[in-house]
């Protein structure tokens, strides 16, 4: 189902829902000052620092990552001159193997020749790699299949096994409920000054109207709605008088309030708020991921070691007051551990017009 409405509404998140840099400015050869971001700034800010940089060097360089333990950010570089522009900049420098070019070819090679349900993968920076996860249910012809495409790659790519299928995360239950399925409310934002809430695609796809109890009352319907390929939906709420404030819920009778939209980064400690298992934390792993659900395949995902259950979907993942993702799907649970898929907010914001209070 794919639904859109003229008028569009900004909502916030509802109820149930370092790069080192120098002490001063960071200074690119050749290119003035790119951008200021003292060595003891939040990791965010050195983020920014961080793609200017990379912007930059273009394809002398392959990526970056925060590197929590050391508390900076790694800038990979491809030859050594690269490297000393890197740290001439007050960065740390990691010569590898692979440029970002023959990495993306990896991954074009692999959506023309083994786009296969069950298979998912992404640029890993840490390991200079593309990394291709394959679930249980990749058997037999497909399997081999797979086998034949990744070995043509040669050292670019790294397979690994998810311990359970890749499914989109939504279920029949409480938080925010359609006619038959159960999602999480992810942030609330607004458009053209009227209030809003978004959540996951495949969720939008699956129900017009939602509640916020079972078999409860109407409280807003879906306007926009876009999965596979994306998976992000717009719900305009029926009262715009009504409270629809711009925090997560917690689940331990608090709150996060969130202020803005962010991209994320590899190596970010991010938290995820779900109508399922509550809060659950963990580490940003990769970006622009592509994961190909049995439903239909889904790219420029956020890759994380978050784990969800089914009815997380559509819920929040933030960093602190900035609004990072919306649950899109993955592998495992909250028990054993698991893999989670996000859609990044400040994409879906763009594409919808709207804009978080």
């Not at 000393?84 to 440029?99: D, E, Y």
């Not at 629809?244 to 994320?264: C, E, F, M, N, R």
Request: glycine share 12%.
């Amino acid at each position: 189902m794919r639904k859109r409405r003229t008028t569009v509404a900004t909502c916030t998140l509802s109820g149930a829902s370092a790069l080192a840099l120098s002490a001063g400015a960071l200074v690119l050869p050749g290119a003035g000052t790119a951008a200021a971001a003292p060595a003891d700034a939040p990791p965010a800010a050195r983020a920014q620092a961080t793609a200017a940089l990379l912007a930059h060097l273009g394809d002398h360089a392959a990526g970056s990552y925060y590197d929590a333990s050391a508390h900076h950010f790694v800038v990979n570089v491809t030859d050594p001159s690269a490297a000393a522009r890197v740290r001439a900049a007050g960065a740390v420098a990691r010569t590898v193997r692979f440029s970002t070019t023959q990495l993306r070819s990896a991954t074009t090679a692999l959506a023309r020749r083994a786009r296969i349900a069950g298979t998912a993968w992404e640029i890993d920076p840490r390991r200079n790699k593309v990394v291709v996860t394959v679930d249980p249910t990749v058997t037999g012809a497909k399997r081999t299949r797979l086998d034949a495409v990744t070995r043509a790659l040669g050292d670019e790519v790294l397979v690994r096994r998810a311990a359970s299928p890749f499914k989109p995360l939504s279920a029949g239950g409480d938080a925010i409920w359609g006619s038959d399925v159960r999602c999480s409310l992810g942030f609330n934002v607004s458009v053209d000054g009227s209030p809003y809430f978004l959540t996951a695609g495949h969720c939008g796809n699956a129900a017009s109207s939602w509640s916020d109890s079972q078999g409860g009352g109407e409280i807003a319907q879906t306007v926009d709605s876009h999965f596979p390929d994306t998976d992000y939906a717009l719900a305009q709420y029926d009262d715009p008088a009504s409270d629809h404030p711009s925090a997560v819920d917690l689940y331990d009778g608090g709150s996060q309030q969130i202020t803005h939209a962010a991209d994320a980064y590899v190596g970010e400690q991010v938290q995820r708020s779900g109508s399922t298992t509550g809060v659950y934390g963990g580490t940003v792993t990769g970006l622009d991921a592509t994961v190909n659900y049995q439903e239909g395949s889904v790219f420029g995902l956020i890759d994380t070691t978050v784990c969800a259950e089914p009815g997380d979907s559509g819920g929040a993942l933030f960093d602190g007051d900035a609004a990072i993702g919306l649950t899109s799907g993955g592998s495992g649970d909250c028990s054993s551990g698991g893999e989670t898929f996000f859609q990044p907010v400040p994409a879906a914001l763009s594409a919808e017009g709207a804009t978080i209070p």
